[in-house]
Nanobody, 119 residues
Framework: QVQLVESGGGSVQAGGSLRPSCIASGSISYINSWGWYRQAPGKPRELVAVILSGGNTNYADSVKARFTISRENAENVLYLHMNSLKPEDTAVYYC?????????????WGQGTQVTVSS
């Protein structure tokens, strides 16, 4: 079982920055994708950014040029560098990892970290 632990959310004013992180437990041989999703009150969960197995990244249009996703392979840590934050970025941010090696095959979610941006 893979455990994902997020941290680094918080409250900032518009224009500020945050860098949530997601630490994955276990020695996972093959990660199909590792990314960040968010869910605002009353809205469905949506993809924010993801790193695919080949190293390619995808971003939601609403965060392009403001957010950057990165991965520290040696430490099994995923980051989301969030700049120029807007009130509409307010949400609970969840880390998701999809693995396909024999031991850890499946899709895993963290518990979420709250990001609040005030105007």
């Amino acid at each position: 079982q893979v455990q994902l632990v997020e941290s680094g959310g918080g409250s900032v004013q518009a224009g500020g920055s945050l860098r949530p992180s997601c630490i994955a437990s276990g020695s996972i041989s093959y990660i199909n994708s590792w990314g960040w999703y968010r869910q605002a009150p009353g809205k469905p969960r949506e993809l924010v950014a993801v790193i695919l197995s080949g190293g390619n990244t995808n971003y939601a249009d609403s965060v392009k040029a403001r957010f950057t996703i990165s991965r520290e392979n040696a430490e099994n840590v995923l980051y989301l560098h969030m700049n120029s934050l807007k009130p509409e970025d307010t949400a609970v941010y969840y880390c998701n990892l999809v693995a396909s090696d024999d031991r850890y095959k499946g899709s895993y979610w963290g518990q979420g970290t709250q990001v609040t941006v005030s105007s």
